[in-house]
């Protein structure tokens, strides 16, 4: 079992629309999560972040963690064309010298006008 | 907001070829990543350093060396390249262990 996994879509959906993007993994010891974007042909940038369990909003974006399950979800609302993205999700455990983030693959988001 | 600059976006170089990729960032970063990206692989990371002169392996390390003399630049090097080594490249730094990365904006590096 990979460690984290996540469904490459691609999504499509129409601008208005509730997307909902999804993790799983498998490594208990992770305790950060965070959500990077990514437009074609630049940098991953850092969406949302959050410790341990429980949601996180920052205006239309909101991250959910539930480690009971290990899976994390992103919601978006209220959809732009300007959200047509790659969603990645990342996590690290805590302590020591774990500084490496663990990758999803991406779910590749395409929001239409 | 933190910058990290990766000196070249697009890269052509012949198979067996030295090619350094350069990173820096501005903003007193103790840690810094490379990492390669591919379709259908994902990000993997390749060196990380987390302190001037200190590196360590990532999980794809073979055919890359890494130097990081000063803390803010951190170089990839790639010491007889090939065509399986054509990919995007892409360097992040973060300030401590607990924080996000910030990423650069990649170097699309292609070997004839």
């Known amino acids: 079992q990979k460690e984290v996994e996540q469904d490459p879509g691609p999504l499509s959906v129409p601008e208005g629309a509730i997307v909902s993007l999804n993790c799983t993994y498998s490594n208990s010891a992770f305790q950060y999560f965070m959500w990077y974007r990514q437009y074609s042909r630049k940098g991953p940038e850092l969406l949302m972040y959050?410790?341990?369990?429980g949601n996180k909003e920052d205006g239309r974006f909101t991250a959910q963690v539930d480690k009971s399950s290990k899976y994390i979800s992103l919601f978006i609302r209220d959809s732009q064309p300007s959200d047509s993205a790659t969603y990645l999700c990342a996590m690290r455990g805590s302590g020591g010298s774990n500084y490496k983030l663990t990758f999803g693959k991406g779910t590749l988001l395409t929001v239409n006008p | 907001d933190v910058k990290v600059t990766q000196s070249s976006r697009y890269l052509v170089k012949r198979t067996g070829e030295k090619v350094f990729l350069e990173c820096v960032q501005d903003m007193d970063h103790e840690n810094m990543f490379w990492y390669r990206q591919d379709p259908g692989l994902g990000l993997r990371l390749i060196y990380f350093?987390?302190?001037?002169?200190?590196?360590e392996k990532g999980d794809i390390p073979e055919g890359y060396s890494v130097s990081r003399e000063k803390k803010e630049r951190f170089s990839l090097i790639l010491e007889s390249a090939s065509t399986n080594q054509t990919s995007m490249y892409l360097c992040?730094?973060?300030?401590?262990?607990?924080?996000?990365?910030?990423f650069g904006s990649g170097t699309r590096l292609t070997v004839v």
């Open positions: 350093s987390y302190d001037v002169k200190m590196k």
């Open positions: 959050t410790y341990s369990s």
């Open positions: 992040a730094s973060s300030l401590t262990p607990n924080y996000g990365y910030t």
